[in-house]
């Protein structure tokens, strides 16, 4: 399982903005960052687990689900083995604990649809996540 460790989460109030990173290590033998595709969850007490956003190994590829479009933006360094997720204009519904995961390989669903149980089925590994709150 990888490594990953997640960073950036705090409390602030809505409309500021917010960096999240995800630093990678660890990795399975013989593959690189840049081998894995990343994603962004959150999740909030009583509900499932949310995709956020996700982006290809190669940083061309990302998606978001609708509700932060516009406002969050994924993007990785595959120098440094760190994805961020940029937010900004943050909405008290925003708050959550975030996740970061990384699977091997090609984005589950391609992408589109950013499902946990995509994930998971893909043996993708979680960070231990990281509060978000914001305040009206």
């Known amino acids: 399982q990888v490594h990953l460790e997640e960073s950036g989460g705090g409390l602030v109030q809505e409309g500021s903005s917010l960096r999240l990173s995800c630093t990678a290590s660890?990795?399975?033998?013989?593959?690189?960052?840049?081998?894995?595709?990343m994603g962004w969850f959150r999740q909030v007490p009583q509900k499932e687990r949310e995709g956020v956003a996700c982006?290809?190994?190669?940083?061309?590829?990302?998606y978001y689900t609708d509700s932060v479009k516009d406002r969050f933006t994924i993007s990785r360094d595959n120098t440094k083995n760190t994805v961020t997720l940029e937010m900004n204009n943050l909405k008290p519904e925003d708050t959550a604990i975030y996740y970061c995961?990384?699977?091997?390989?090609?984005?589950?669903?391609?992408?589109?649809?950013?499902?946990?149980?995509?994930?998971?089925?893909?043996?993708?590994?979680w960070g231990q996540g990281i509060q978000v709150t914001v305040s009206s």
């Open positions: 660890r990795l399975d033998l013989g593959k690189d960052f840049d081998d894995y595709g």
């Open positions: 995961a990384a699977v091997l390989g090609s984005l589950p669903a391609g992408g589109v649809r950013i499902d946990e149980g995509d994930w998971r089925r893909d043996l993708a590994s």
């Open positions: 982006i290809s190994w190669s940083g061309r590829n990302a």
